[in-house]
C-alpha cells in the first residue's frame, strides 16, 4: 500500500485573520490554528517527529508572502 508510507507534509502559514494555522499539503481544513509562528513550528516539529512527516513553513510578509521559506 504506498498511501500508508507516503511521507506527511505539514504546512504552517498565516492566515488572513492573523491566526497561523497548520494543514496537511493539500488539505482544505486546518489542524490546528494558533496565535504566533513559533506555537505553530513547535506543534508541527512534534507532530512531524512522531509522524516522520516534514514541516514547510511559508513566509507571511513582503513580496515572497504565502512562499515556502528556504531552510
Not at 502559514?13 to 505553530?40: P, T
Request: aromatic content about 8%; proline content about 1%; overall charge positive.
Amino acid at each position: 500500500k504506498p498511501t500508508d508510507d507516503a511521507t506527511r507534509v505539514y504546512h504552517v502559514a498565516k492566515r488572513e485573520d492573523g491566526k497561523w494555522q497548520v494543514k496537511f499539503a493539500g488539505g482544505e481544513k486546518a489542524i490546528k490554528l494558533f496565535d504566533n509562528q513559533m506555537e505553530a513550528i513547535v506543534y508541527v516539529r512534534k507532530m512531524s517527529k512522531n509522524q516522520k512527516g516534514k514541516m514547510l513553513v511559508h513566509n507571511s510578509k513582503g513580496k515572497n508572502k504565502g512562499r515556502i521559506k528556504a531552510k
